[in-house]
């Protein structure tokens, strides 16, 4: 099945720097890269999210670049603020119809110092 | 704004008892989703329901878990016997489930601990 690797694990960084997470997967056939950001003690919400068929999707201060030959993702916060604090999942999409399956990685926490 | 419904929020109970967790997922969504997440790593995902019909629980431990979505709407995840590696938070998880891959909406969670 798919496997998907998230790196680091955790991420501090001060107000105003960027931020970068990378994920590398390892299926092939995977077609659809969604991110999303869990807040303390909160649901999971989708960010941002690119499809195979796409090298790079922005959305203000959050940006996305996908390399299918190597297989990697990364998720690019720029400009960064304290509510930016949060942990932030990568996930990788198999399959398709109605019958889709996401591997989510092990996370990012990302701290966003005053 | 419509979104996942999920209870109990807490659940605290000794091992070898069963518990079950329910989900109402958003209206007109066909796929459901039941994942588990162990503080400090990502979900997994237990069981995919399209519909009624389940697509994917092939990573379900089926001697003691089990679910369910009979009328295709909301659905009920159990476990018996509870054990101690059970502790973790059990999202829910719904989608669309129709063409391409699309946004999963999940609910705020079910905290389990087994003591």
């Known amino acids: 099945g798919e496997n998907v690797e998230q790196h680091p694990s955790t991420l501090s960084v001060q107000e105003g720097d960027s931020a970068v997470i990378k994920c590398t997967y390892s299926?092939?056939?995977?077609?659809?890269f969604p991110w999303y950001k869990q807040e303390l003690g909160k649901r999971p919400q989708l960010i941002i999210d690119?499809?195979?068929?796409?090298g790079e999707k922005k959305d203000q201060r959050i940006a996305v670049t996908l390399n299918k030959t190597a297989k990697h993702f990364s998720l690019h916060i720029t400009e960064t603020q304290p509510e930016d604090s949060a942990v932030y999942f990568c996930?990788?999409?198999?399959?398709?119809?109605?019958?889709?399956?996401?591997?989510f990685g092990k996370g990012t926490l990302l701290t966003v110092n005053p | 704004e419509a979104e996942v419904a999920q209870s109990p929020r807490y659940k605290i109970t000794e091992k070898s008892q069963a518990v079950a967790f329910w989900c109402d997922p958003i209206?007109?969504?066909?796929?459901l989703y039941w994942y588990r997440q162990i503080l400090g790593q990502g979900p997994e995902l237990l069981v995919q329901?399209?519909?009624?019909?389940?697509v994917d629980d092939s990573q379900l431990p089926k001697d003691r878990f089990s679910a369910e979505r009979l009328k295709g709407v909301d659905s009920t995840l159990k476990i018996q016997p509870a054990e101690l590696g059970d502790s973790a938070m059990y999202l829910c998880?719904?989608?669309w489930g129709t063409g391409s891959p699309g946004e999963l909406f999940f609910g705020e969670g079910s905290r389990l601990t087994v003591l």
């Open positions: 209206s007109g969504h066909a796929t």
């Open positions: 329901f399209q519909d009624e019909s389940v």
């Open positions: 996930a990788a999409t198999t399959g398709g119809g109605s019958n889709y399956k996401l591997t």
């Open positions: 690119i499809r195979s068929n796409v």
């Open positions: 998880a719904s989608s």
């Open positions: 299926d092939s056939a995977s077609n659809y």
